[in-house]
């Protein structure tokens, strides 16, 4: 098949993009799976090659959308925000164990960012693979594009999990945990956190084992073979998969909502226990924390949930459900426009509900230099000295 005949006619009219046909023969499976062929002695299993874009129109243009345009977007935008993030925590003074925790979280948000668009620029925006991974990049593509991600979205739920457990015992008991938990004991707890998250993931980075080098025939140039790569056993899903999911992803999740609600009856009780007129700037301050924490586990839960749905039970295996108004490539490009969103959430919320830190944003960015002249005690001080002038010379 000539390379002429391969350009699509989609939204992004791609060089050498498949046909609307899988271009092995036979069924769905044939091209997608692992595919049984006889012989005249046995029947050994075909191993299917890595490939980058997928074999029809649909799924081709809805990956370019995903890694070769939103993902470079978010990346430019979102790792940015949780640097300013780090860097407003750090110099405005925020150095409470919660503060300690959400600036792992910004930091682990943009490792896995920046996981995902080393091979995004390279297969989809620099376009050096279109049709299968090479052989060289087999391993490396395998763990950025999947396992550091995963690692990284396991850790940031169990260190949300973290946030909103420690700031729930701040309001219920505020002496106790101040003299027990400190910023080293904190810094250990995300260090325990993170083997964790690792160990959880660790039965797949140790599946990569299984990939091994194939010869296959390049469907961009005829008569082309290109040294790709494959599973050797392909992996299954085991008691000790629906575990390690257990662990890495509906345990957190489950804790997560059970924290909410708990965060919840408190502003509740606060709201009916003490009016506005009585509240003073500790149970304003108290009330503030609470309600940001309720936010960040919000925004982590109304993501979180549709996305273990859509994973773990409408496509199971990679089977779309029955009566799916939406591809599994639709659904997946959706899922991880918000997923994206969600990285900056942290930084949104703390612009929109903490006095502090857009005052500290304020000071990065000059917007109000951070001298006396400028205060608003100068200010007062030097319209009463005007108008004190103002009275004598009269």
């Known amino acids: ?132 991974v090479l052989y060289s990049w087999c391993i490396p593509y395998m763990i950025l594009m999947y396992r550091i991600p995963k690692i990284c979205s396991t850790l940031s739920l169990y260190l949300t999990v973290l946030l909103g457990l420690h700031r729930y015992l701040i309001v219920t008991f505020p002496i106790k945990v101040h003299s027990l938990l400190k910023n080293r004991q904190t810094v250990l707890l995300v260090i325990a956190l993170t083997a964790l998250a690792t160990l959880c993931d660790l039965g797949y980075i140790l599946t990569l084992s299984d990939i091994q080098a194939i010869n296959t025939e390049s469907h961009l140039t005829q008569g082309q073979n290109i040294t790709s790569c494959a599973w050797l056993k392909k992996p299954t899903i085991t008691i000790r998969v629906v575990l390690v999911d257990t662990m890495a992803t509906f345990l957190p999740i489950g804790l997560l909502i059970v924290l909410n609600v708990m965060l919840i009856s408190v502003i509740i009780r606060q709201n009916h226990g003490i009016g506005k007129s009585r509240r003073n ?52 490009l959706i899922m991880h426009f918000v997923t994206n969103i969600t990285y900056s959430a942290n930084f949104l919320i703390y612009s929109c509900l903490s006095k502090k830190f857009r005052q500290q944003l304020k000071k990065i960015f000059q917007i109000r230099p951070d001298t006396p002249a400028f205060s608003n005690e100068s200010k007062i001080s030097y319209v009463r000295k005007s108008f004190r002038v103002h009275n004598t010379a009269k």
Not at 284 to 293: A, E, L, S
Request: hydrophobic share 45%.
């Open 281 to 332: 700037n500790a149970d304003q301050d108290t009330r503030r924390m609470v309600i940001i924490t309720t936010s960040i586990l919000s925004s982590v839960i109304l993501v979180s949930v549709p996305d273990v749905i859509i994973k773990q039970v409408l496509f199971v295996k990679g089977r779309p459900c029955d009566g799916c108004f939406l591809s599994k490539s639709t659904l997946a």
């Open 1 to 132: 098949m000539s390379r002429q005949n391969m350009n699509g006619k989609g939204d992004f009219g791609s060089r050498g993009r498949p046909g609307d046909r899988p271009p092995f023969p036979g069924t769905r499976e044939d091209w997608l799976g692992l595919r049984n062929v006889t012989n005249s002695t046995e029947s050994p299993e075909r191993l299917e090659a890595f490939h980058i874009f997928l074999r029809n129109e649909e799924s081709y243009d809805l990956k370019m959308l995903t890694y070769a345009i939103f993902q470079p977007v978010f990346t430019f935008i979102v790792i940015p925000m949780n640097v300013l993030l780090i860097w407003a925590f750090v110099r405005g003074g925020f150095r409470s164990p919660s503060h300690v925790v959400l600036i792992a979280i910004a930091m682990f948000n943009n490792l896995h960012l920046l996981s995902i668009s080393i091979p995004s620029f390279y297969f989809f925006v620099f376009q050096h693979g279109k049709e299968f």
